[in-house]
């Protein structure tokens, strides 16, 4: 791979190799992009979901047997 790059000037491999590349592989980029970004937002939800679960049964647990000691 060095040896197809030597005689090329440094804006050819360091500028216009990615450029072509981001243009050609953009739409998988994006894709891969948006998959990964929208499952972390469902597992933040999900666990925020979860925590709030957590939080009202024991609340509501803790309210009941206090109540059954009056």
Do not use: C
Not at 2 to 18: D, H, M, N, Q, Y
């Amino acid at each position: 791979m060095r040896e197809i790059f030597a005689g090329l000037p440094w804006w050819v491999k360091w500028i216009a190799v990615p450029v072509i590349a981001l243009v050609v592989f953009g739409g998988v980029i994006v894709s891969v992009l948006q998959l990964v970004i929208g499952l972390l937002f469902k597992v933040l939800v999900f666990v925020a979901l979860v925590g709030g679960l957590i939080y009202v049964v024991r609340k509501f647990m803790s309210s009941s047997t206090s109540r059954g000691d009056w």
